[in-house]
């Protein structure tokens, strides 16, 4: 793993309300981890800071995105945009709202993670090739330490995916690990 300091995990975008739409990005085992993850994150008193994507649904927030593949997503009020059933932000855990693909940009994470004290991230959610490749970027550029979990992030495609956790790794050799090896770093 890539730690060094203090460690915050980041969910991004772990999005999807039941997961049972033909859009969910997500699999139930993935959401699983991701709910295990956060768990030992929390006894472990790393702490844990949830994004998500909301747009208003007259979308005049959405900026450039629909200049993409995408279309109109994470539409605020549609059921598919709450966070993943089963994850749930505690009152004192940082919820941030964001209108763009990085949770950096326009947002106050940067200002969240320099209160914690936050060297090092851990980064799980979603898409691989969108939020969290333009999250590890930025993330990067502000000398974090990146650790994106490759079993508990998706990517728009398997392609999309794997080219996204290719570019993470070029930015920091050492970022990718699988929550295997997070879990036993929190029980260490």
């Not at 950096?104 to 993670?113: Q, R």
């Not at 490759?150 to 920091?172: C, E, F, P, R, W």
Request: include cysteine; hydrophobic fraction near 40%; glycine fraction near 8%.
């Amino acid at each position: 793993m890539n730690i060094v300091g203090k460690t915050a995990l980041v969910v991004v975008d772990f999005q999807g309300g039941p997961l049972d739409g033909p859009q969910s990005a997500y699999a139930h085992e993935q959401r699983d981890k991701a709910v295990a993850m956060v768990a030992a994150c929390r006894a472990k008193g790393v702490p844990v800071v949830w994004i998500q994507e909301v747009h208003k649904p007259h979308m005049i927030d959405i900026g450039r995105e629909l200049d993409g593949s995408e279309g109109p997503h994470c539409i605020e009020g549609d059921k598919y945009t709450e966070i993943a059933h089963g994850l749930t932000p505690l009152p004192e855990e940082f919820h941030i709202r964001k209108r763009r693909y990085s949770s950096f940009f326009g947002t106050e994470l940067d200002i969240v993670l320099k209160s914690y004290g936050v060297d090092s991230l851990v980064l799980i959610g979603g898409f691989t090739d969108i939020c969290i490749l333009y999250t590890s970027v930025d993330a990067h550029q502000r000398d974090f330490y990146l650790n994106v979990v490759t079993d508990v992030v998706a990517g728009s495609s398997v392609q999309a995916h794997d080219d996204a956790l290719k570019m993470i790794n070029y930015l920091q050799h050492k970022s990718l690990v699988e929550s295997g090896e997070v879990m036993e770093w929190l029980a260490a």
